[in-house]
């Protein structure tokens, strides 16, 4: 392999960086980057990348890991990775999520872990906090109050004290007493009860393994000689702790991204202090991205606005440098204030049929958000938009399930046998072959075996796929491409679908919600563009939104229902405010409903809304440039 000198590297793809992140990709240090939205901070963290593997500073066969929250966000940056470097280079890019890290660790060196821990090896994963419950119902029905109990804080009581585990504890907190009783069984099971994990606890697992063993400890050291990490803000206290036993004090150069306005995780448990502590504990430099290159200007002026409220210090935020005060695009930032809740659907549906009939927005270009309850503040717009002929749907059903690295590599697959031609499907499939078997990519006769090979079984299964009736046998045809592939070496690329069972449980909800698409449509490419969402409006919320961009943004009830904790959570509910106004690029609009349907203590009923408690957020969007629109009358137009 022929390196690049330093001093001859440039960005991929004629990429002009900013001053400081050009610092950063070059950095020798560990960096904080402080960077807002629309910043570029994956193009920032691939850029590195490719700078550390093209010029060999990141010398063979050390690798850099890259740590991210996201499924998708974990799996875009290697994406990117791969095409700015290749497939030969991108080997030594390993893009995680922090549980694919803690999990491949754990199964790694679960036997280095002391006996009285050691979770046995085909143990499940609960993330939620409903299969939790199941579970704790089911074998302490009569021991504890157990349908009393909020499950969600339990989960987090399961991660929250470092093992060995103390014994000290308030006889009248049941959560303690529960959480202690729960380790040793979830850990190794029993004939009623499976042996299950959290993440949380499997990664204080790994941070106890870190803790007792130096040689895995050195171990890691020397094999990542640089590390990512992304959205460094909501990272947790489990999730630091794991990184510092691995990392602190090492010669490992990190790179820390992210963006304390944007912090929103505190109820998961996020570091109130992330930055802070990052910079103490691994004596790194600071760095600040001050371009927005999402967002047209009246929006970044309104984001630099709500910034300066959530931090009086925060850098101005500046237009991209090819934009022009004479050429600024207008964009649009309004408040929609509606009668009922069924004038408001009434209302934008027209208005979302109008931008649409224009033919410049696709479905995908438009994203409703809301703060929490999507399933029931959207209900009404999304049967008046039926009637429009638009399709809008509940995201959360289906981001997680599609950012799977399994489902991906299933779409792609049936991308080839659906299309005559999709190259960069080929490519996919066929580079996880190349890893999964590392006898292809220097022998060119393994290379074109696997080639013919990989033609011989799309066309099988385009030829199966007709008898596929009403989506039966869906399951067993998906199952039939990871035969193909290799199920155990592919689990053991992808150590968290280990044993197969969450693997084929990913499956099973992926070929569901096609079958169930095909019955509807009785065509399997529209089936599958329906699943992925083509075609209809998204509805999310905040949290769900974190991430991602589009050109218009509805945020649905900006009242004082949906911020119901505002008085005593102001702070967080002010950033995760910020961050749902950040996600649009060109028009942004809030609605606010004089009446309502919304859940209140488990019943729905419609109750009169008010903006009383949040009255700060009006005042910070009139003030910084939005404008109030009066929509009360049924025949009433915005301006």
């Not at 010669?251 to 304390?260: S, Y």
């Not at 503040?377 to 959360?396: D, N």
């Not at 592939?485 to 096609?514: H, Q, R, T």
């Amino acid at each position: 392999m022929i390196f690049v000198n330093p001093r001859d590297w440039v960005p991929a793809d004629d990429i002009c960086l900013e001053y400081a992140a050009d610092r950063v990709v070059k950095s020798i240090e560990n960096m904080m980057v402080a960077a807002g939205p629309g910043a570029g901070k994956t193009e920032l963290l691939a850029q590195r990348a490719s700078y550390l593997l093209q010029t060999g500073i990141c010398k063979p066969p050390q690798k850099i890991l890259a740590i991210s929250f996201k499924v998708d966000a974990a799996a875009n940056l290697a994406e990117r990775v791969r095409k700015r470097c290749g497939n030969e280079l991108c080997q030594r890019f390993e893009s995680r999520t922090y549980d694919s890290f803690a999990k491949h660790l754990l199964d790694h060196f679960r036997n280095s872990i002391a006996e009285v821990y050691r979770p046995v090896q085909d143990y499940e994963i609960i993330t939620e906090k409903n299969e939790l419950k199941k579970l704790v119902v089911s074998h302490y029905n009569d021991q504890y109050p157990v349908h009393k109990l909020k499950y969600d804080t339990l989960m987090e009581y399961l991660g929250k004290e470092q093992i060995p585990m103390q014994s000290t504890y308030k006889v009248n907190d049941v959560y303690s007493l529960l959480a202690h009783d729960l380790w040793s069984l979830m850990a190794k099971g029993s004939e009623a009860f499976p042996a299950t994990l959290t993440f949380s606890m499997i990664t204080r697992l790994v941070e106890y393994l870190i803790r007792t063993n130096i040689m895995i400890k050195n171990a890691l050291k020397v094999t990542y000689s640089h590390l990512f990490l992304d959205e460094f803000q909501d990272t947790t206290n489990v999730q630091y702790d794991m990184l510092k036993q691995i990392f602190q004090h090492s010669k490992t150069i990190i790179t820390a991204v992210g963006d304390d306005k944007q912090r929103i995780m505190g109820w998961a448990g996020a570091l109130t202090n992330a930055f802070e502590d990052f910079k103490n504990d691994f004596s790194s430099k600071e760095e600040h991205l001050i371009k927005n290159h999402r967002s047209v200007p009246l929006l970044i002026d309104i984001q630099n606005y709500l910034a300066r409220d959530l931090d009086p210090s925060s850098s101005i935020v500046e237009y991209p440098s090819k934009i022009t005060n004479e050429e600024k695009p207008l964009g649009v930032c309004q408040i929609w204030k509606f009668k009922t809740h069924l004038q408001e659907a009434d209302y934008l549906s027209v208005k979302i049929k109008e931008w649409l009939d224009d033919k410049d927005l696709t479905p995908r270009d438009i994203c409703i958000i809301v703060k929490q309850q999507e399933d029931i503040y959207a209900e009404q717009i999304i049967a008046v938009l039926k009637t429009q002929g638009i399709v809008a749907r509940v995201e959360k059903e289906f981001q997680d399930l599609l950012a799977e690295e399994c489902i991906t590599l299933l779409i792609h697959v049936l991308r080839l046998v659906l299309k005559n031609r999709a190259p960069d499907s080929w490519q996919v499939v066929f580079d996880i072959l190349i890893l999964l078997n590392s006898n292809i990519a220097d022998n060119q006769e393994a290379f074109y075996k696997y080639d013919f090979e990989l033609t011989k079984f799309i066309s099988k299964l385009k030829r199966d796929l007709p008898n596929l009736k009403n989506g039966g046998e869906l399951g067993g045809y998906l199952k039939s491409i990871f035969e193909f592939i290799g199920e155990d070496k592919y689990c053991a690329m992808f150590p968290k679908y280990k044993g197969g069972k969450y693997l084929y449980k990913k499956v099973k909800e992926f070929s569901n919600k096609l079958a169930k698409s095909y019955r509807n449509l009785n065509n399997w490419e529209l089936a599958l563009n329906d699943v992925l969402g083509y075609n209809s409006i998204p509805i999310m919320t905040i949290h769900k939104s974190k991430g991602l961009e589009y050109h218009t943004v509805i945020f649905v009830g900006l009242e004082d229902a949906a911020f119901w904790n505002f008085v005593n959570n102001s702070e967080e509910d002010k950033r995760a405010f910020f961050v749902a106004f950040s996600r649009a690029k060109q028009r942004v609009l809030f609605t606010y409903s004089n009446e309502r349907i919304i859940k209140h203590y488990e019943k729905i009923v419609n109750r009169p809304q008010s903006s009383n408690n949040i009255s700060v957020l009006y005042t910070n969007l009139l003030q910084a440039g939005a404008e109030l629109v009066e929509l009360v009358e049924e025949n009433s137009l915005p301006i």
